[in-house]
């Protein structure tokens, strides 16, 4: 039988350590009542790796290893809505659910898109892709390599349509398609003191902008690899007077 010596390091932390270094453990036991069965629910470690079981059988094992954390048995809840396998797969009533492969906030340096200058606005105060005087009628594309096994992807991220746009398109094309569209008109009316006296002005010069627009696409998707190319049609428009930008570029995978 295994002796557990209980350690109270300080208020905030508990150690339990085995006398033969293999099983340490945290038993909670759920008496039999009525029709239910006596459940005995175990929190440890064990030969290298953190153990959930329920009656002696694993729920849920994993290890870390290098700074990274591997599940090495799934689990699923009491009515089985809830399930992550071996592969890393998340699941909900069946149906699996998005996992998050990469963000890119443009906080700090990022390598591998086309251009890699940013901006801050004055009521933008975190880093985003392109901005006023920057982008204009150019492309900036990044692929990303590198993707696990996976059936669809979903991408997210967020547009500006900075200062004077009058109705053309921004666009995002994914491995050469296009998937998204969208037009911004910085002001509608006929008199354009309206526009400047109601709209909100967050970047660049004084025509009111449309910031942070967000956008989430779902595409089939098997291939390893991804191109995201974002453009726009503001044609020979100076980028110090139409412009735009992307923040939080998000690729999930499923």
């Not at 350590?17 to 459940?39: H, M």
């Not at 592969?87 to 890699?116: A, C, H």
Request: net charge negative.
């Amino acid at each position: 039988m295994l002796i557990f010596l209980l350690q109270i390091i300080s208020a905030t932390y508990l150690s339990i350590i085995s006398e033969d270094s293999k099983l340490a453990s945290i038993q909670i036991i759920q008496p039999k009542s009525g029709n239910t069965k006596r459940l005995v629910y175990r929190l440890g470690t064990e030969d290298d790796q953190c153990i959930i079981s329920v009656n002696g059988e694993p729920l849920f094992t994993y290890k870390i290893k290098d700074h990274e954390f591997e599940i090495l048995t799934g689990f699923s809840t009491s009515d089985g809505v809830k399930i992550v396998d071996p592969e890393n797969k998340f699941y909900f009533r069946d149906l699996q659910q998005p996992m998050l492969f990469v963000l890119d906030d443009f906080e700090i340096p990022l390598d591998g898109w086309s251009d890699t200058r940013v901006s801050q606005c004055q009521t933008i105060q975190n880093y985003f892709l392109g901005g006023p005087c920057y982008f204009s009628n150019n492309t900036v594309s990044k692929t990303f390599v590198g993707l696990p096994s996976h059936e669809y992807i979903t991408i997210s991220f967020n547009f500006h349509f900075i200062d004077q746009w009058q109705g053309e398109i921004g666009q995002l094309k994914v491995d050469k398609l296009i998937v998204w569209q969208d037009t911004y008109n910085w002001c509608d009316k006929v008199m354009p003191w309206l526009c400047y006296k109601q709209g909100i002005n967050s970047c660049g010069g004084e025509a009111p902008d449309q910031i942070g627009q967000a956008i989430r696409i779902t595409l089939y998707h098997i291939n390893s690899f991804v191109n995201l190319e974002f453009s726009t049609t503001l044609g020979k428009k100076d980028a110090c007077q139409a412009s735009w930008g992307i923040d939080n570029v998000a690729i999930y995978v499923y």
